[in-house]
């Protein structure tokens, strides 16, 4: 931990940080899943900054695969999975986003959604105090553009992260029976026509994004490398957490989750309606 650096009342527990690793989305997402089993099961919370590769359009649980430009996702090279988390869609720009991952045991975690985001997203506005960026919660909910966008969705106190009226991060959680995962992404660069163009069926203008949507670069004068290793210090700061890694089980283990879940047809363009 660094000198005067903000620790979270979970620090005095087991857990590992991971530095930003480049995986596909179906990875990502089965490893967010494998990090929960583990804690779940005494081993270490975890940690980490994560990265798509390549660039991932990852939809709600809830959201209909009609929404999506699939034909211009497979001309693009743009990977398309589902989240166990709610909410719209995501494009998850290689150079553009940052991912994150908190995940510990259930019963460590305030009961009350609220609450625990609000813990739970402490490093994430450490993060961008460190890099010079006024960011928090939005103070009131902003209405909807889009519903199938998660960035141009209504924003939300609970989770959502404004900088100067515009979003810069989006946070959601999962609860399992015995563990939590929350994940979000931190917008470091926007690419508004990239963000809409995986989708289908919509008339946003990129204005109309741009308006909505805020980066890093837009607010501080800081490298994409610079702002990961603000984002992963406040994150092991918050956690004490010390740097660690996947083990070959785990590793394994998503693997097979990877490609039985979340790379798999039917999971991800299933018909939430069915």
Same mark, same amino acid.
């Given at each position: 931990m660094?000198d005067? =650096?903000p620790?979270?009342?979970?620090?005095d527990?087991?857990?590992?940080?991971i !530095?930003?690793e480049?995986?596909? +989305?179906?990875?990502?997402?089965a490893?967010?899943?494998i /990090?929960?089993?583990?804690?779940?099961?005494g081993?270490p919370?975890?940690v980490?900054? %994560?990265?798509?590769e390549?660039s *991932?359009?990852?939809?709600? %649980?809830?959201q209909?695969?009609e *929404?999506v430009?699939? $034909?211009l996702?497979e001309?693009?090279?743009?990977?398309? *999975?589902?989240?166990?988390t709610?909410g719209? $869609?995501?494009?998850?720009?290689?150079?553009?986003d940052?991912?994150?991952?908190?995940?510990?045991?259930k019963a460590? &975690?305030?009961?009350? #959604?609220?609450?625990?985001?609000h813990?739970?997203?402490e !490093?994430? &506005? @450490?993060?961008?105090?460190?890099?010079?960026?006024a960011?928090?919660?939005?103070?009131e909910?902003?209405?909807?553009?889009?519903h199938?966008?998660c960035?141009?969705?209504? &924003?939300?106190?609970a989770?959502?992260?404004?900088?100067n009226?515009k979003?810069?991060?989006g946070?959601a959680q %999962?609860?399992?029976?015995?563990?939590?995962?929350?994940?979000?992404? #931190? *917008?470091?660069?926007?690419t508004e026509?990239a963000? #809409?163009?995986?989708?289908a069926?919509?008339?946003v203008?990129?204005?109309?994004?741009?308006a909505?949507? +805020?980066?890093? @670069?837009e607010?501080?004068?800081?490298t994409?490398e610079e702002?990961?290793? =603000?984002?992963?210090s406040a994150?092991?700061?918050?956690a004490?957490?010390?740097?660690?890694?996947w083990?070959?089980d785990? &590793?394994?283990?998503a693997?097979?989750? /990877?490609?039985?879940? %979340? =790379? @798999?047809?039917?999971?991800?363009?299933r018909?939430?309606?069915?």
């Open positions: 660094t005067d =650096a620790s979270g009342p979970l620090a527990r087991e857990w590992r940080l !530095p930003e480049r995986r596909d +989305g179906a990875m990502q997402m490893l967010d899943e /990090a929960a089993e583990t804690a779940a099961d081993g919370r975890t980490r900054v %994560y990265r798509w390549p *991932t359009l990852s939809l709600g %649980y809830h209909d695969p *929404t430009d699939w $034909g996702c001309r693009e090279n743009v990977t398309v *999975t589902r989240r166990q709610g719209g $869609g995501i494009y998850h720009d290689y150079d553009g940052i991912s994150y991952s908190i995940v510990a045991p460590e &975690l305030p009961g009350d #959604l609220m609450e625990s985001y813990l739970l997203c !490093p994430i &506005l @450490d993060a961008f105090a460190r890099l010079g960026v960011a928090d919660f939005v103070e909910s902003m209405p909807e553009i889009w199938p966008a960035y141009l969705r209504e &924003l939300h106190p989770h959502d992260v404004v900088a009226g979003k810069v991060s946070n %999962y609860r399992r029976n015995d563990a939590v995962i929350q994940h979000g992404s #931190l *917008t470091y660069s926007v026509a963000h #809409l163009d995986v989708f069926g919509h008339d203008t990129d204005s109309t994004f741009e909505r949507v +805020g980066g890093i @670069d607010f501080a004068d800081v994409r702002a990961v290793s =603000a984002v992963e994150l092991a700061d918050w004490d957490a010390t740097v660690g890694e083990t070959a785990e &590793l394994e283990r693997r097979e989750c /990877a490609e039985e879940k %979340y =790379a @798999d047809d039917e999971w991800v363009r018909d939430p309606r069915s």
